[in-house]
């Protein structure tokens, strides 16, 4: 079972950028799932932030996120990149990724996993 790293948070201002990655410390990604990104603030449930197909050619994104976020997948490193841009203090969150499967148009938590340990976004007004 893969075992997933997730790296790159911090504290930074309104507007800045961060480039999260998560790595597979121990086994790799599977053909056919879709990589994810989700995230949970305090006192909130996980929700789906981005996702990529195992071939890069389709993603999707949060309404919140659209056109500020990218995400991208690197199958031979085993690593998955969110890019975030123009940050927000409501993109505070503990940022995760695993891997798992798109239900009809929605990509829900109970149907990704395992999770690695997060990687904590502190965006600052």
């Known amino acids: 079972q893969v075992q997933l790293v997730e790296s790159g948070g911090g504290l930074v201002q309104t507007g800045s950028s961060l480039r999260l990655s998560c790595a597979a410390s121990s086994g790799r990604f599977l053909n056919n799932y879709y990589m994810g990104w989700f995230r949970q603030a305090p006192g909130k449930e996980r929700e789906f932030v981005a996702a990529?197909?195992?071939?890069?050619?389709?993603?999707d994104y949060a309404d919140s996120v659209k056109g500020r976020f990218t995400i991208s997948r690197d199958n031979a490193k085993n690593t998955v990149y969110l890019q975030m841009n123009s940050l927000k203090p409501e993109d505070t969150a503990v940022y995760y990724c695993a891997q798992g499967f798109k239900i009809g148009l929605q990509y829900r938590a109970a149907h990704f996993g395992p999770w690695g340990q997060g990687t904590q976004v502190t965006v600052s007004s």
């Open positions: 990529i197909n195992w071939g890069g050619d389709v993603t």
